[in-house]
Every structure is written in structure tokens, then in C-alpha cells.
């Protein structure tokens, strides 16, 4: 009692009871802190992880990688190879660990699969010397390629995936090489991507920078009827209003019709299920994420600054771009960015508006998914769409500062 | 003067066009859910409700409808209980790791959903919950709750920490601070965060594309697989009965925003 009455000993006492306070804190945040380590960031982990992820010919023929660890690549294995591969073919017999390692290796070798499920079958009947009894009964066994296969896929990780996701491949010496001409559709993919959420965010702020200035200046009765009717369409889910363009624009719907009876065009013209399509829905599903962050930044710009400027003998447009535009650019780049990342993970839209050659990098992500099961082409994929998102939200934060901005 | 009234005159002829754009879509839909006939087609040559009936009978939308509030409800709780709780905890802390913790909480809402639900899928495939009721509320949960702490910190920005000293001061317990004093204060924001989280769960798509199996297909669900093969005018329906609800919901959270912020600076004037 009589210690805590010395000034130190009360700072301590502060500093301890801080501590304590901080601590019940945090277990009340506690239980959201771990629902999102456990269901979001571990989840999200554990997938992106697939991406270099290379389990199937590391644990499924330790034998065989065994045997062919002094193997020089040109000749044949020798029989102890083949013995290892008869050995570890026989132990998979019937586990699906075997059709994963035929599609695995099916990537590397096209036909790979079935020489495995075959040989997998066979293996229970295999009688030595099994290298001749082998090359007999599957002469693919008898082709180097498909040991080189083995072989350069023994390592429990790899670079394929994502040297796939570039249209690159490593040859069996190691270097690296553009793919095949039928396996090189990724850097299109991305090149799309990129140009249809560029061409929807430069569409965004052109309509959406008139609008946003306008609320910004308007009297106030008048603003928060129109950001109401901003915020109604954004409200309302983007299936819904895919639905409603796709009502719109489609052959017989209202677009088509009245463009006909205008006489501007005689016959129906395609309007969605295609780029253009997905364009106009784009935009109008995101104008809103550009109008909301402009306005708040136009609305703290002075009124009077344009006036002075034009008493100031500077013609509007001088002015505008002098005045107005500088102070106008945290807001467009806010916007732009928020508009651009928004779009290069859009899947639903793309999937219901768009055509076959309109597809972005999430319907690749779910194709990959849900079509052919290939997890380490779909998290390699969705890595790089990651990582692009974070690199873009980090340089947003670094040029006008994330704080700076919530502040307006 | 002549060319800076036809500036704006023309600026306000655009501004205008471009509103047209934006409400357009919506208001194309409403009348066609109530078309006579089985096709979505300008002039509707006549008035019924048929659509509105099969949305309403029809089992297939039935129970998409169940399964949609049901989960609304369940994941609306869960969020709003882990939700509220963390934005409470994060508010009056002054731990310099608070900023590093609130961006951890809310940066489902930064990743792309596709990628959010494909991981959800793997994850949850391994624990052998993908497919069930159980994993779609947990991947509706991830999207929802940063939601309800966005919501619910905003509500406590306001918040006066006062109030709490000045009721302590005057002797009433921790208990009776937070029934009288915190709760009334924190309930607009609470509740706010709650409808929210339902609304995130009711309109959400791709999740359930992902994590539900037939049997729990919910309403958006429904909606995507009926325009994916034809539009129908029931999906008309549906799709405004969507609407009427999120953006229902969504005027509710706003007058509730409104009316907390009129409390918390009531409450720290008077």
C-alpha cells in the first residue's frame, strides 16, 4: 500500500492496469480475429499454396525417383527403374492417388494418363525382368520422354503452374521456353483483363465525373435525392441488373426496338452476350464505386475558387484544368483504381453478359475449379489476380494515402 | 455568358442522360414481371400476376426462397454476434496494433470473391463441409461480417467514452453501464450491421455457386441458373422481389445510421 503512493510505482500500476484493459479487449475481438484466420486467411492460404504445390510423383513413386536419381536423362533406365516403377505402381493399385498422378503427369506429356492407368493395371501381373515384360506390354515405357516426365517432376514443388500462367514451360534441361502454341492462352487472358476493366474504368469517370460534380454542387435537398438515386442501383444486386441488360439488349428487347422504329438500323444487331454487352453492364454496375468516392472529394472544393479564377481573367477551361482538376485528383484516382481493381476479379458478370472470348481471369479460376479440377492451374491463376489486386491497392495507399483519403 | 449557359445547360442534359442510364435497367424489369405473357417482350399486351403466383408455388422457388432466409438469418447473427463484438473491442483499444487488426478483419472485402469462394470450396472439401447448410452460413459469414464492424465502428467513432466514466463516476455498475448506458447507443449501429449482414447473404452469388449443393440452392442461385439457359418472366419476379428487399433493407440501415448518429450526439451534448 504505502509503495504505491511513490510516482513510479503508480506509473506501473497505470501501465499494468493499460495492459490488462488491452488484454480484455482483444478477447472480445478475439473470436472475429479467429473465424477470419481460420475460414478466410487459412483457406486462402492453403490454395494459394497449391499453386507450387507438386505432391502427386514425390509421394506416389518414391521407388522409381529413387532408382532414377543417377540417371543421365539420354539412355534408357535400367532395370532397377523399372523393377522401382512395377514396385510403386502395384502399391497404388486401386487408390485415386494413381488417376492423380496420371493427370499430373498427363500435363507435362500428353498421353501420359492413359500409359499410367494402363500400366497400373498391368503391374499386378508384371514378371521380371520387368524392363523387357514392361516395353512389351506399354512401349511408351520404351520412349525417354516419359521418364524425363518422372523425373523432372520429382521435386514436392514446382514452378509449372505459374510459368504456365505466363504461357512459359521449363524443358527437361531446365531452361525456360514459351508453351506450346495450344497451352499459350494466358497472357491473352490477362491482356483482356486488363483492356476491358481499363476501357470500363475510363467509361466510369467519363460519365461518372459530370455527375459527381454536379451532386457535389448542387443545394442540398437536391444532392441527396440524386445520391439516392446513386446508391439505388448499387443497392440492388449485379445479378440482378445483369439480368435486367441482358432483358434490354437482347435481340428483341427495348434497346433494338427502339434503335428500329428510329430507322437506324433495319434489323436487330447484337447487343449483348458479347464485348459490347458486357461493357455497358460493367459500367453501369461500377459508375456508382466512381461517382461515390469523386463526390466526396469534389464536394470539399470551394465554389468561390472558380469564380476568383474566372474574375481572375482565366477562361473556364483554363480554370478548370488550373483550379478544379488538380484538386479533383485524389477523387478520380480513388475512383479509377477502386473501379479497375473491382473489375479484374469480376466473374458473375462476364459469365452472364459476356460471350465466349469475354471471359476474364476469375472464369478461368472457377473453369479450372469446377471443369477440369486442375487446383494448381486455378491458384496460380487466382495468385497472380492477387497479387496484381494488392500491388494496386498498395500504390494507391503510397500515392495519396489511404487516411488522407477517408479524411475527405 | 451565351457559352457558359449552353456549358451547362448541356452538362446538366448529360448529368441527366447519365441518371437515365442508372435507373434505367430497374425500371425496365418491374413492369415486365407483371407481363401477361411467357415472353419478356415492349408493349406488355396485357397485366397479371401469373408470375408473381409461380415465384410464390412454385417448389423449386420455394425452397429456394427458405433456404435464402434461413440462411440470411443464421449468417445475419453470426455476423452481427463476431461482428459487433470485435468493432466494440477495437474501438476502445489503444494497442498500437489496432489498424494492423482492423485491415486483418476487413480485407475479404479487398480479395475478389471468386477467389474467396474457390478457397472456401477447397478448405471446406478437405473438412468435408462444402455442400452443406454449415458451410455456405461460414462462407456467407466471411463476406458479411466486415460489414458489421465497418458498420458498428462507425456508430462507436461517435461514441462518446465519457458517458461511460460519467455513469461509473455516479456509481452504476459495469452490468448497468453497458444496459443503460452502452447498449442504447450501440443498438442503432447493432441492428444496422445485423440487416446488413443479412442483405450481403440474401443478394450473394458467387459463394453459393461454389459451397451449395442442389438441394440448398438459394434464391440468387436460382436467378443465375434460370438467365444462364432463358429469362422467364418469373425470374422477373424474383429478381424484383430481390430488389424490393435488399433495397428495402438497405433504407432501413440507412434511417437507422441517421438516427444513431442524431443519438450519439444527443447523448454526449445533453
Known amino acids: 500500500m504505502s509503495r504505491s503512493t511513490t510516482g513510479t510505482s503508480i506509473a506501473a500500476l497505470v501501465r499494468k492496469a493499460e495492459l490488462r484493459r488491452e ?56 532395370e532397377q527403374a523399372f523393377a522401382a516403377l512395377v514396385a510403386d505402381l502395384r502399391a497404388l493399385r486401386g487408390k485415386p492417388e494413381l488417376a492423380m498422378l496420371a493427370r499430373r503427369l498427363n ?23 520387368y524392363r523387357k515384360w514392361l516395353i512389351a506390354n506399354e512401349p511408351a515405357w520404351g520412349d525417354v520422354t516419359y521418364w524425363g516426365a518422372i523425373r523432372n517432376e520429382a521435386s514436392p514443388l514446382t514452378d509449372f503452374y505459374l510459368l504456365a500462367a505466363f504461357d512459359l514451360r521449363r524443358l527437361s534441361n531446365g531452361s525456360i521456353a514459351p508453351a506450346s502454341n495450344e497451352n499459350a492462352l494466358f497472357r491473352d487472358l490477362f491482356a483482356r483483363t486488363f483492356w476491358i476493366s481499363f476501357t470500363v474504368t475510363v467509361l466510369c469517370l467519363i460519365v ?24 439505388l442501383p448499387f443497392w440492388s444486386s449485379l445479378l440482378v441488373r445483369a439480368t435486367a441488360w441482358i432483358v434490354l439488349l437482347q435481340d428483341e428487347g427495348l434497346i433494338n426496338q427502339a434503335l428500329i422504329a428510329l430507322g437506324l438500323i433495319a434489323r436487330p444487331i447484337r447487343l449483348v452476350f458479347n464485348r459490347i454487352g458486357l461493357t455497358i453492364a460493367m459500367t453501369h454496375v461500377l459508375l456508382p464505386f466512381m461517382i461515390l468516392p469523386l463526390y ?10 472558380m469564380r476568383a479564377a474566372a474574375s481572375l481573367g482565366a477562361k473556364p477551361v483554363i480554370a478548370f484544368l488550373r483550379v ?66 494488392a500491388l494496386i491497392y498498395a500504390a494507391l495507399a503510397r500515392t495519396i494515402g489511404l487516411e488522407r483519403l477517408r479524411a475527405q | 455568358m451565351g457559352s457558359g449557359r449552353i456549358f451547362r445547360v448541356s452538362l446538366n442534359a448529360f448529368v441527366a442522360l447519365v441518371f437515365v442510364f442508372l435507373v434505367t435497367p430497374m425500371f425496365v424489369i418491374v413492369p415486365l414481371s407483371f407481363t401477361s405473357v411467357s415472353v419478356l417482350i415492349y408493349p406488355l399486351p396485357g397485366l397479371s400476376l401469373r408470375w408473381y403466383w409461380d415465384f410464390f408455388n412454385n417448389p423449386l422457388w420455394t425452397q429456394a426462397i427458405r433456404n435464402s432466409l434461413l440462411l440470411g438469418v443464421t449468417v445475419s447473427l453470426l455476423a452481427t454476434a463476431l461482428g459487433t463484438a470485435a468493432a466494440l473491442g477495437l474501438t476502445a483499444s489503444r494497442s498500437r496494433f489496432k489498424p494492423l487488426i482492423f485491415a486483418l478483419l476487413v480485407s475479404p472485402l479487398v480479395v475478389p470473391v471468386v477467389i474467396t469462394a474457390v478457397a472456401a470450396f477447397y478448405f471446406f472439401s478437405a473438412l468435408g463441409i462444402a455442400g452443406s447448410f454449415a458451410g455456405l452460413v461460414l462462407g456467407h ?130
Open chain 1, 23 to 78: 488484454r480484455r479487449l482483444l478477447a472480445i475481438a478475439a473470436p472475429a480475429i479467429t473465424f477470419v484466420l481460420v475460414f478466410f486467411v487459412l483457406p486462402i492460404g492453403l490454395f494459394l499454396f497449391r499453386s507450387v504445390d507438386n505432391p502427386e510423383v514425390h509421394g506416389s513413386l518414391p521407388r522409381t525417383l529413387t532408382a532414377l536419381h543417377q540417371w543421365d536423362r539420354t539412355t534408357l533406365p535400367d
Open chain 1, 107 to 129: 500435363y507435362d506429356v500428353s498421353g501420359f494418363r492413359s500409359v499410367i492407368i494402363r500400366s497400373g493395371r498391368l503391374a499386378e501381373q508384371g514378371l521380371p525382368p
Open chain 1, 208 to 231: 461518372g465525373f459530370p455527375v459527381a460534380a454536379v451532386i457535389a454542387h448542387a443545394r442540398p435537398k437536391v444532392a441527396n435525392l440524386l445520391l439516392i438515386l446513386v446508391l
Open chain 1, 296 to 305: 466526396s472529394v469534389l464536394r470539399g472544393i470551394p465554389q468561390g475558387q
Open chain 1, 324 to 389: 478544379y482538376l488538380p484538386q479533383a485528383l485524389p477523387g478520380i484516382v480513388a475512383g479509377s483504381t477502386l473501379v479497375f481493381v473491382i473489375s479484374l476479379g469480376y466473374y458473375v458478370a462476364p459469365a452472364l453478359v459476356g460471350g465466349p472470348r469475354d471471359q476474364m481471369i476469375g472464369y478461368f479460376v472457377a473453369y479450372f475449379t469446377n471443369s477440369t479440377v486442375n487446383w494448381g492451374m486455378a491458384s496460380a491463376l487466382g495468385t497472380l489476380l492477387l497479387v496484381i489486386v
Open chain 2, 141 to 270: 459469414t466471411i463476406l458479411a461480417t466486415p460489414f458489421v464492424i465497418v458498420t458498428v465502428s462507425a456508430t462507436m467513432q461517435g461514441f462518446d467514452r465519457n458517458l461511460i466514466r460519467a455513469a461509473a463516476s455516479l456509481g452504476a455498475p459495469p452490468l448497468i453501464v453497458l444496459q443503460r448506458v452502452i447498449a442504447p447507443l450501440v443498438w442503432p449501429g447493432l441492428m444496422s450491421g445485423a440487416l446488413f449482414a443479412f442483405a450481403i447473404s440474401f443478394d450473394e452469388l458467387v459463394m453459393a455457386l461454389f459451397l451449395a449443393s442442389p438441394e440448398l440452392r438459394t434464391l440468387p442461385r436460382q436467378i443465375f441458373s434460370g438467365v444462364s439457359e432463358s429469362i422467364s418472366p418469373t425470374i422477373a419476379a424474383a429478381a424484383v422481389v430481390l430488389v424490393a428487399v435488399s433495397t428495402g433493407l438497405m433504407l432501413a440501415v440507412e434511417l437507422l445510421r441517421r438516427r444513431a448518429e442524431g443519438l450519439t450526439a444527443q447523448a454526449s451534448t445533453s
